[in-house]
């Protein structure tokens, strides 16, 4: 049972254009949700969170969007670039207790100069 | 880079055998995870040390152990291996007990059971 499903394998975007990736999660408990940007031979990265009390965060290029009732969240890159061109993995935990990070299996984002 | 360092980047076994897996957390962190991520798969938590002690156990099978030594880093020994094995391990480290926090990977280690 997948409690975090990325349910697009793949996404090719234009350089300069926006990029979205997108999650879904099936666990009302989680809270607390974070991104993560892995390249080919490199641990994952981290890139942004945001917690169930927000519905925005912003890094840059690099926003979040947290959507409790759908249960949906979302990362935009505005403009994406070439380097951003990595797997993107998205997490969710509940924030009180110690459970582990529940990590969904990713997206290959294709930036196309 | 991250500053955490795992060793060794890849290894070859056969089935049945025995290896150990070793990471080292970014100065100043005390809690280690492990995660398993095999093809096509998400990462997978295994256990997480914290400060020398086990705080939490994901799917871990008993054939898989962990330690944390005194100086913070970890092992992770992996016995009576089959080829299902075959995976990237990775080792991330953070700060704090709490796994809701930014955690810090390491650039893995590539497991091969043949």
């Known amino acids: 049972d997948q409690q975090v499903k990325q349910n697009s394998p793949s996404l090719s975007v234009q350089e300069g254009r926006i990029s979205i990736l997108n999650c879904d999660y099936t666990n009302s408990m989680f809270d607390y949700f974070l991104w993560y940007k892995k390249y080919p031979a490199e641990g994952p990265t981290f890139l942004i969170s945001i917690s169930s009390i927000k519905d925005k965060n912003e890094d840059g290029r690099f926003t979040v969007f947290l959507n409790k009732s759908a249960k949906h969240l979302s990362l935009h890159i505005v403009p994406s670039q070439p380097g951003d061109s990595a797997v993107y993995f998205c997490?969710?935990?509940?924030?009180?207790?110690?459970?582990?990070?529940?990590f969904g299996k990713g997206t290959r984002l294709s930036v196309i100069a | 880079d991250s500053g955490v360092t795992q060793t060794p980047k890849h290894l070859i076994t056969a089935t049945g055998q025995r290896v150990t897996l070793r990471c080292s957390p970014r100065?100043?962190?005390?809690?280690v995870y492990w995660y398993q991520q095999s093809l096509d798969q998400g990462l997978q938590f295994l256990i997480q040390y914290y400060n020398g002690e086990e705080r939490a156990k994901g799917n871990i099978l008993e054939r898989f152990s962990a330690q944390q030594f005194p100086d913070l880093h970890s092992e992770l020994n992996l016995s009576s291996l089959e080829l299902g094995d075959s995976a990237l391990y990775f080792c991330?480290?953070?700060?704090?007990?709490?796994?809701?926090?930014?955690?810090?990977f390491g650039p893995g280690t590539r497991l091969t059971v043949t």
């Open positions: 100065s100043g962190d005390l809690s």
């Open positions: 997490a969710a935990s509940p924030i009180s207790g110690n459970t582990p990070l529940v």
């Open positions: 991330a480290s953070s700060p704090i007990s709490s796994m809701s926090y930014e955690q810090y």
